[in-house]
Structures are given as C-alpha cells and as structure tokens.
C-alpha cells in the first residue's frame, strides 16, 4: 500500500465502522430491533459524518416565474380562510420539514389594499422582507410599522402579529421567513390565534424606529430584556447608505464585498436569538472568492443582478429572485454589472450555529479560489 492509499484508507476507513454483514450478525440486528435498540457500528458512519452532509439543494426561485403564480392565489383564496395566504418555498431535499433550506421555512405572501390577516402568536420566530406594492403594514404586540419595498420586519416568537394593506396601498408581496422546521425539529411549537382576531393599536405608529432607530444612540429611560430587537422594522434607505458609506470606508470582503448585519440595537447582537439578517452590497464587476461555512442561508436579490456558483453550479439572478445557499456548500457571489451595484439581502441560523459553538469557516485553496463550474442550469 503505497503512503497515499494508506492515507485515504486512514481517512475513510480507520477507526470507522467497517463490519460485515453474515447471518449471524443480521439475526442479531433484528433481535436487537425488537428491543427497539440497534447496534451503533450499522449507522455510526451516517450518524456521524467526517463534514456536514446537507440534505438541501441548492435552488434559485426566480421571481419573474413566480410571480403571477403567487398574484393568482388573491383569487383562489381568501387571508380569512387560508389564514395566511402564502405560497412556500419547498426545496426538493427538504419536502419533509416544509424547509427552503436547512431548518429554515420561507415564502411569498400576497395581499390587496383593505385585506387583514388575523393575529396570532407562535413559538416560530418571522421576519418579513417587503418585495412590491404600498401601503404594507405589520402589527407587532400593539406596535405598528409601515412598511415599503425592501424594507424588513422582525415578528420574533411569542409576539402577537398580524400584517395588512390599507385600503388605499397597492396590492404587496413580501417574503417571511420563519424557523419553523427548527422549532418543530426541537418539539417546542405552540400556536395561538388572538382572542379578538385584531389586536388594538397601543402606541404611537411607527414608535419603535423613533426610539430605537438612531444610529449610535440609545434611549436613556427605555428598558429592553427581551432577546429580540426592540426595533422591529429596518428600512431600506439607511440601511443602503450605511452599505455605501462602509463600502467606500473600507476594502471588500473577498467573499462577501461590503456585508452589515442587522443588529439588536440594546447589544449589537444579531435581531433574534434564532435567526439573523444581513445586507450585502457588491460593487460593480464584484467577482468573490469561494468559501464555505455551517449554517443555512436564504438571499434575495434587493437590487441588481449577478451570478452565484454554489457547490460548483452557476445561478443567474436578477432583482427579487431568491436563492440558497445549504450548510457547508463552497458558495462564491458575482455582480454581472460595471456599472451598478447588486445588493443582496440574507436570512440564516447563525445565531443558532454561534450560540452553539457550531460555526466553521473555511476558504477554497485551490483554484484561486474559484469553484470549477460543472453544470449550468436551463433558465
Ligand atoms: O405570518 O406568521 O409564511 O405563521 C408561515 C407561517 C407566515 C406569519 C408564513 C406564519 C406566517
């Protein structure tokens, strides 16, 4: 056995499970089955994988397909009897769970001016990022926000929420995202609709962008304990010029160009304890290295367009269109244009990896770090 072989047996063989089957052994697999027990050497290599082994795909939801779908849905059913009417993202390798990656849900909610959808709490914790239309609105625990396009909204677990169109918007659609195949993964999901349906407007309507919402500022008399951000709502236009500011302050991120993660403003921690957000902006002719890490993530291009090559296939996207980017998959992001910017907007569970001691980082070596592309998908 030359060194090199010896060195691939010792990586993929030794100190693994490597037992035969005979009949001997496989009468007693299946009495230990009928002692609901099983003999770990048959599942410790499947169990516990050299490297995360994502069952998720990665997939590019096209917007300008999507669309008219999700538009059909306003005449097929009504928020009152659907409850939310909301057409999900159903990655191929997570049908199960009802996933877009990971343990991560997600999908596109549609609503006309004058509609209302009833509130309700759960131990899932949403966020909601506005795609198109006027006149959205979120009530969170009597707080209520206006929302416009690209503009992103926290309903953390265990809020009260409901979410409208006044009368005189036009018709919205807006992205969630939620943890909920988390919450069900851990057996912890409760659900409650409000006792009156609608809850009462308590404050002020936009009150927690004023008392929380100024850049290096926090208010004196205001206490905050609770582990999500009291802010609720970050708007799209100080959000890009903060991302325009950093950009041209600083050198890019070979994988990420200018990234800023949205933060709890009592901590700078990320907005919720299970899932984070972040907005990225690539410069024009932005061409990123490859790396990959733990943790599943959802992007959705807030402006412009570009191209990502996760685990060696190319994805072409343009404005509104979402993508995933599986745990530990190489991923590297393309801005196509010379003369704009592409911005990309993210959801993912690294509060969850960090909290855990789970997130890991690696950068391709090879190549210059840039994945081989294998295949290019039909668009
Ligand atoms: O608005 O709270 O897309 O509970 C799926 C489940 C949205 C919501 C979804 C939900 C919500």
Known sequence: MSTTNYDIWREEVAGRANVEDSPELLAYYQELESLKTGALWTVANKIEPWQPKSGSVPVLWRYRRLREHVLRSVALVTPEKAGRRVIYLDNPGRQEVAAAVGWLYSGLQVMHPGERASAHAHSASAL???????????????HKMTLDANDFVLTPNGTWH??????DGLPCIWQDGLDIPLVNALEAGFYAVHPELQQAVGYPVDDSVHIWGAAGLRPQDVGWTKPYSPLFKYQWEPT???LQRYAGAREDSPFDGALMHYTNPVNGGHVMATIGASMQL?????????????GSFLYQVARGRGHSVINGERFDWQERDIFCVPSWAWHEHVNASATEDACLFCFSDLPVMEKLG?????ALADNGGRQPVLTRPAT
């Open 128 to 142: 909601r990022f506005i795609m198109e239309g006027r006149g959205a609105y979120t009530i969170v625990d009597g």
């Open 162 to 167: 409901e979410h409208g169109v006044e009368t």
């Open 240 to 242: 890009y010029e903060a």
């Open 282 to 294: 690539l410069r024009p002719g932005f061409t990123g290295s490859a790396h990959r890490h733990t």
């Open 358 to 362: 789970l997130y890991r980082e690696e």
